[in-house]
Nanobody
């Protein structure tokens, strides 16, 4: 089975940066799309950013210009560089990897203080 391990979350102040990482392990032949989603208390889970196997990216309007998603296929890892963080970015961030099937990470907490 495929497992996703996330890391990089933490507590920062407004304007600071964090980088999230998510690494897939197990049997997976081809990862077509990798992405990050987030969910704040009392809110729906929302898409933050995705990156395809062709390195095409898309972002939520709220993070455009501040966040950057990237992937390392050899390491089966996706990253989310988060700059100029705002309190509104506080949430649990979940990694998603899509091959033939979809897989989710366990989530990592990001908290941004004012």
């Amino acid at each position: 089975q495929v497992q996703l391990v996330e890391s990089g979350g933490g507590l920062v102040q407004s304007g600071e940066s964090l980088r999230l990482s998510c690494t897939a392990s197990g049997t997976i032949f081809s990862i077509y799309t990798m992405g990050w989603y987030r969910q704040a208390p009392g809110k729906q889970r929302e898409l933050v950013a995705t990156i395809t196997i062709a390195y095409s990216t898309n972002y939520a309007d709220s993070v455009k210009g501040r966040f950057r998603i990237s992937r390392d296929n050899a390491k089966k890892t996706v990253y989310l560089q988060m700059n100029s963080l705002k309190p509104e970015d506080s949430a649990v961030y979940y990694c998603k990897v899509s091959g033939r099937l979809n897989y989710w990470g366990q989530g990592t907490q990001v908290t941004v203080s004012s």
